[in-house]
């Protein structure tokens, strides 16, 4: 559960040159190297709203992650973000504390740009 104070990014790696597999491996990577980020206050994945029959255990969709991060530490985080992934075809959703969403898409880093910055007008509206 998201603190009340907090925002949720998810980040979905999307790449149409990339099979499923792969997609879910750039999300392994992401995962390794924002555990180690102070400004991350938790991880998570996106659970599979329809997980396969008889499945015991938690599904969750590939390519997917979620960061919870503090308002005051978002801009940093999208920075590292925008360093790592500003070439990469991704979807972002922005969920801010008050729970209204943004979702951007971005495949270069020029995009990826905008996208920052529309994010950051999104949550300064917060």
């Known amino acids: 559960m998201v603190a009340p104070s907090n925002v949720e990014l998810t980040v979905g790696f999307n790449d149409p040159n990339l ?8 999300a392994q990577t992401l995962w390794a190297e924002l555990q180690d980020r102070e400004e991350v206050e938790a991880l998570g994945r996106v659970p ?8 015991k255990g938690g599904s969750f969709l590939m390519g997917l992650l ?5 308002l005051a530490n978002v801009r940093k985080l999208l920075g590292f973000l925008g360093e790592r992934l500003g070439n990469k075809p ?13 979702e951007l898409e971005a495949s270069s880093q020029d ?7 529309k994010a950051q007008d999104f949550l300064k509206a917060s």
């Open 19 to 26: 099979d499923c597999e792969e997609r879910e491996a750039q």
């Open 48 to 55: 599979d709203p329809n997980p396969p029959e008889g499945n």
């Open 66 to 70: 979620t960061a919870e991060v503090s």
């Open 90 to 102: 991704i979807k972002l959703k922005v969920k801010a504390p008050d729970g209204r969403e943004l």
């Open 111 to 117: 995009e990826f740009n905008f996208a920052y910055q």
